[in-house]
């Protein structure tokens, strides 16, 4: 069936540092893909996504890659502050039918 | 400006009970999904519906588990005969029409069975 592979599983970096999250996909229809961040006992929140007719998309702090030939994507924070620290997933659409897969999820942890 | 909401954000029951949790979507929004989530895990896919069909519902337990989205009024996700393994947050999400496919996420229904 579809998969979304998300790694690490845990990160964790200094303030100021860089993080970077890998996802790999299986589907090749797939054609939008979603971070989430969810801080602890909080509801999943959109944070950035992009549509398989780029190639990067950046907002401020944060860039998600995709590679779609290779079937993989990433997001990267820069310059990261403590309040970064979450459980941020990854998703990838599946089919043709707005249907959604989620990784399993990476818990960033930055340090001050 | 309502984002999705859901109720109730707490339900404890005993085992052998039933629980009932409700989605209602974003304003405009056609499509819900139910996810479940144990604590420290992932987002785990249940059922994707549009009012009055359920889409997929590849991730639903075979027994036990149910869902339903009716022409009116919320989703409604079904627990008959709860376990304590069915002891979980149950998240629902929203989009609207096919080529708009982001998901908002409710605040959550924690269901804890004693």
């Known amino acids: 069936g579809e998969n979304v592979e998300q790694h690490p599983s845990t990160l964790s970096v200094q303030e100021g540092d860089s993080a970077v999250i890998k996802c790999t996909y299986s589907?090749?229809?797939?054609?939008?893909f979603p971070w989430y961040k969810q801080e602890l006992g909080k509801r999943p929140q959109l944070i950035i996504d992009?549509?398989?007719?780029?190639g990067e998309k950046k907002d401020q702090r944060i860039a998600v890659t995709l590679n779609k030939t290779a079937k993989h994507f990433s997001l990267h924070i820069t310059e990261t502050q403590p309040e970064d620290s979450a459980v941020y997933f990854c998703?990838?659409?599946?089919?043709?039918?707005?249907?959604?897969?989620f990784g399993a999820g990476t818990r960033l942890t930055v340090k001050p | 400006n309502a984002g999705v909401m859901q109720n109730p954000r707490h339900l404890v029951r005993r085992r052998g009970q039933e629980a009932r949790l409700r989605c209602s979507p974003m304003k405009g929004h056609s499509h819900v999904y139910w996810y479940r989530q144990l604590p420290e895990e992932g987002l785990k896919f249940m059922v994707y519906l549009q009012k009055e069909n359920i889409i997929d519902e590849s991730g639903m337990p075979k027994e036990r588990f149910s869902a339903e989205f009716p022409k009116e009024g919320p989703s409604i996700l079904r627990i008959q005969q709860v376990v304590r393994g069915d002891s979980a947050a149950y998240f629902c999400a929203s989009s609207q029409a096919s080529g708009k496919e982001t998901q908002y996420f409710g605040p959550g229904t924690r269901l804890l069975v004693l």
């Open positions: 589907d090749s229809a797939s054609n939008y």
């Open positions: 998703a990838a659409s599946i089919g043709n039918n707005n249907d959604m897969r």
């Open positions: 992009i549509r398989s007719n780029v």
